[in-house]
């Protein structure tokens, strides 16, 4: 059975830093890509950023929503089945509720989300 678990959400001021983390499990997660996304209240669900599982020499690709590029890090532990995300220079619109899953994700996995994993940014 696919579940993810992210946790690492946090109560922060703007300009702060946080690191989320989302565990995965039932599925081989070395061999697929995978993305965060977020959902900011009255919003649809949003891409944030993305990471390949690597090819033959284990080189990764990474790319990120325009809103984040520079301020988001996304990384992976295969040994771990962890996807993490870094976050800094937070905003105020950054504000949301955080997941992940596969990037893209499948039209069958859309009934795989987590809870995620409440950031709030505010003075």
């Known amino acids: 059975q696919v579940q993810f678990v992210e946790s690492g959400g946090d109560l922060v001021q703007p300009g702060g830093s946080l690191r989320l983390s989302c565990v995965a499990s039932?599925?081989?997660?070395?061999?697929?890509?995978m993305g965060w996304y977020r959902q900011a209240p009255g919003k649809e669900r949003e891409w944030v950023a993305g990471?390949?599982?690597?090819?033959?020499?284990?080189?990764?690709?990474?790319d990120y929503a325009d809103s984040v590029k520079g301020r988001f890090t996304i990384s992976r532990e295969n040994g771990k089945n962890t996807v993490y995300l870094d976050m800094n220079s937070l905003k105020v619109e950054d504000t949301a509720v955080y997941f992940c899953?596969?990037?893209?994700?499948?039209?069958?996995?859309?009934?795989?989300w987590g809870q995620g994993t409440q950031v709030t940014v505010s003075s």
């Open positions: 899953n596969r990037w893209p994700v499948p039209g069958n996995w859309q009934g795989y």
């Open positions: 039932g599925f081989t997660f070395s061999m697929y890509a």
């Open positions: 990471l390949t599982q690597g090819g033959a020499y284990g080189r990764t690709t990474r």
